[in-house]
Each structure stands twice: as C-alpha cells, then as structure tokens.
C-alpha cells in the first residue's frame, strides 16, 4: 500500500472528506447525474479541486426500498470511472457489496472497499484481505429492498455497537489487517430519524473498537425531515446540504476520521474552520471566565464532574458498562484526537 494512502491514517490530521460519485440512475441524491463516465469522472476531479481527500465511486443505489441491478451492469458503470481517476492519481474507494466488482476495481487501483451490506459475504472479505486494501465495515441489518423492516431496536446505540463487534470478528478472523479497517455506524441504514440521532449523538460508544470512524450523514432523509415546512413536508434532498454541513462541523468536532459528503467544498471547509476553532481554543487555554464559571457550578451545586463529561459526550455509564466486553479485546489502534 503505497505511502499516499498510508498518509490519510495519519493521527492528528484534519478530519477527512470522501466525495461521492453515484453512476446510478436512481440514487436518492444525484442519481442521474453523473450516468456518463465522462461526467463522472469530471465531478470527481472537480471534488478533488475542492478539498475531498479520496472519492466514493458506487454503482447500485442503496436508497431504502432499491432493488438490485445485475452484476454486469454494476460493473459497467464502475469500472470506467475508478480506473480514470485512479490514473490521474486520485485516491478512489468503490462502494459495493460484490466481489467481482470488488476485485475488478481494486485491479483498476481502487484502494478502498467501502462494504454497505456489513461483511456478510465471505468470499469479498477473502478478495479484501488478499489484495490488502483498506475497508469500510458498515452496520446494517438486510439488503436495501427490506432493511426499513429491520429498524427495530431495544437501544440502538449498545445493539449498533455489539453487531458491529460480531461483524469485525468475522472481517479480522477472514484475514483483513486491523489497521485496514474503517468503522461505519450505518447512519439510515435500517434506522429511523430517532436512531440516527441517538447514534450521532454518542459517537463516543465506537471508540471501544479503536479504529477510524467514516460518518455519512449527506443529504440523508433524516435531515429532510428536521427541515420540514409548515405543512410537514421533508425538505427535498437536493435541499439539504446547508443542514448537512452542520453535521460535518459537529462531525469534525468529535473528531470522526472521516466524512461521506456529496457537496465537498463546504464540508472541507467546515473540517478547516473546526481545526482553527480547536488549536485556538487550545493555544488559550482555560480563561479566567470559564474558571470563573466552573467555581460557581461547584459551589451551588449545579453540576457535578460526571454529568458535565455526560454532557460533554465524553462519558456514558450504561454504554461503557455495554462496552466493556468489547475494549477487553485490545482494540486500540486508533482514538479520537
């Protein structure tokens, strides 16, 4: 794995931003779009130009309810736009659950697979692990066609987090370096509005499996919802991505490693402006307001340290006790920075 790809892992960096070329025609975004691979790769390029760090190449829709397209004509679609953004030096991930098409882009110098269906097919998880590219291990719970069937949880967060931990057994015990792994908390996928909030909101359970995180958010339905009109409409999809930026900087903010975007420059910008936000904030360090502020909550009682760090994010009883079993594995390659 050449040295490139290797740089994108480096601790302490920005969080980082995949652009995402759908060459579908029935993407809930921008499906259509880009169905010429001479388009497709031009909005790659164009992504690159604005900040993405490595470019999501997929040909078969994973919207809610999508039914699935031959292999052959995934393939088709694929195929072109990975090998010609490969070759102008792009660093291209290819979001499939197929291991021929897999395979095929790998050999066109894809160095991501990026699996939505959660590791369940052996035979991709071997092709991975032989040609030793990295891989995005997704949560999810059935294919497109049903996976809205499957959004039935106690606790999502524990429940997300323990299949998670099944499934990263079987990618390791298939033979995938650790270090090449990506966890992916599946955000819409077999989950309603309140589960992918309650999963955002505790992005701190993953860090039990210490590995980079990739967080897609991007124009997701979820938000169209939180933006209805008057008359309870969703707000339309291509609508949605000044409320995607938003989840970018609190992304950012938690320091995920990387970001599923398909409007990149304002998620690259919004990565830049956290990191400013963050190093000043460190360069200054605690101010006599702040001082100030935590010697009153102390003396009145208004808080106490366990539920400050509750509300910071940083801590959850329940979850670490759920977690336990988890960080006794000795996973910690990677943390939040």
């Keep these: 794995m050449s040295a490139d790809v290797a740089e994108l892992f480096r601790p302490g960096e920005l969080t980082r931003v995949m652009g995402v070329v759908n060459v579908t025609p029935d993407s809930f975004s921008d499906g259509g779009t880009f169905l010429d691979p001479i388009d497709a790769v031009r909005a790659g390029l164009r992504m690159v130009a604005e900040g993405a760090d490595l470019i999501d190449v997929g040909g078969e829709s994973t919207r809610p309810g999508a039914l699935r397209v031959p292999a052959a004509e995934e393939m088709r679609r694929v195929l072109p736009v990975v090998a010609q953004l490969a070759a102008a030096g792009v660093r291209v991930s290819v979001d499939t659950t197929r291991v ?120 997701k339905s979820f938000l169209g919802t939180v933006l209805a009109d008057g008359q309870a409409q969703p707000r339309p999809s291509d609508a949605r991505d000044d409320a995607t930026q938003a989840t970018t900087a609190l992304l950012a903010a938690a320091d995920v490693w990387g970001v599923r975007v398909h409007a990149v420059r304002p998620a690259a910008d919004a990565v830049r402006v956290v990191r400013a936000w963050k190093r000043s904030a460190q360069a200054a360090g605690p101010t006599r307001l702040a001082a100030r502020a935590t010697g009153i909550a102390g003396a009145t009682g208004i808080v106490d340290a366990a539920g400050l760090a509750d509300s910071a994010g940083l801590a959850d009883s329940a979850r670490i006790a759920d977690s336990a079993r988890i960080a006794d594995s000795g996973r910690t390659g990677w943390s939040p920075r």
């Design 100 to 219: 021929s098409v897999a395979a095929a882009a790998v050999d066109a110098g894809a160095v991501l697979v990026n699996d939505v269906s959660g590791g369940r097919d052996p035979d991709l998880l071997a092709m991975v692990a032989d040609r030793g590219v990295y891989y995005v291990l997704m949560h999810a719970r059935g294919p497109s066609a049903t996976m809205a069937e499957q959004a039935v949880y106690g606790d999502v967060v524990a429940e997300v987090v323990a299949e998670l931990d099944i499934r990263l057994e079987a990618v390791l015990a298939a033979g995938i370096a650790e270090e090449r792994v990506i966890i992916d908390p599946g955000i819409g996928f077999a989950k309603t509005s309140a589960h992918n909030w309650a999963l955002l909101s505790q992005l701190h359970a993953f860090a039990v499996f210490g590995r980079p995180l990739l967080v897609g958010t991007s124009r």
